[in-house]
């Protein structure tokens, strides 16, 4: 298996993969399809993904960026990590996150939401002894705020 940065020639797999995470944390709203090319596939330094191929093959994806922490100083948010379920198991994740600390030197850190409807991912969280933080997600919207 490989591992690379995902290029233009991913584009399907990576909505298809975005897809599967919205159902399986039993979400519904997203804009990943109107800011792909841009954010994603785009010259555009904040987003990386990386996807896993398999004998040609997309297999996983994983979607993130870096971020900063006050108590806990540079990290990576990762925002979206798919496996295609034939492949479960394999150890992928853990090579995906091996290879977003090779990436990413600076980071000391990956954090993660995991939609509560999602028991693969969380136990996929728990398999790697990640720490479990029950924290409030929240999400303020420029529109909000701003207004016209």
Same mark, same amino acid.
């Given at each position: 298996?490989?591992?690379n940065?995902?290029?233009?020639? +991913?584009r399907?797999?990576i909505?298809y ?7 399986a944390s039993g979400?519904?709203? *997203?804009d =990943?399809?109107?800011n792909? +090319?841009?954010d994603?596939?785009g010259?555009c330094?904040?987003?990386k993904?990386?996807?896993?191929k *398999?004998?040609?093959? %997309?297999?996983?994806?994983?979607? @993130? *960026?870096n971020? @900063?922490?006050?108590?806990s100083?540079n990290?990576?948010y =990762? *925002?979206?990590i @798919?496996v ?6 394999k150890?992928i994740v853990q090579n ?6 090779e990436d990413?030197?600076?980071a000391?850190f990956?954090?993660? =939401?995991v939609?509560?409807d %999602? ?7 728990s %398999?790697l %002894?990640a720490e479990k933080?029950d =924290?409030?997600t929240?999400?303020?919207r ?5 207004k016209?």
């Amino acid at each position: 298996m490989e591992i690379n940065k995902a290029k233009q020639e +991913d584009r399907e797999f990576i909505l298809y993969a975005h897809k599967e995470i919205l159902r399986a944390s039993g979400l519904v709203q *997203s804009d =990943l399809e109107e800011n792909i +090319d841009m954010d994603i596939l785009g010259e555009c330094d904040e987003c990386k993904c990386l996807i896993v191929k *398999s004998e040609g093959i %997309n297999v996983a994806m994983c979607l @993130y *960026s870096n971020i @900063y922490w006050a108590d806990s100083g540079n990290g990576i948010y =990762l *925002s979206q990590i @798919y496996v295609e379920p034939e492949y479960r198991g394999k150890g992928i994740v853990q090579n995906l996150f091996k290879k977003v600390f090779e990436d990413e030197k600076e980071a000391s850190f990956i954090t993660l =939401l995991v939609g509560k409807d %999602n028991s693969c991912m969380q136990k996929v969280m728990s %398999n790697l %002894n990640a720490e479990k933080h029950d =924290l409030f997600t929240y999400e303020i919207r420029r529109e909000c705020l701003i207004k016209e």
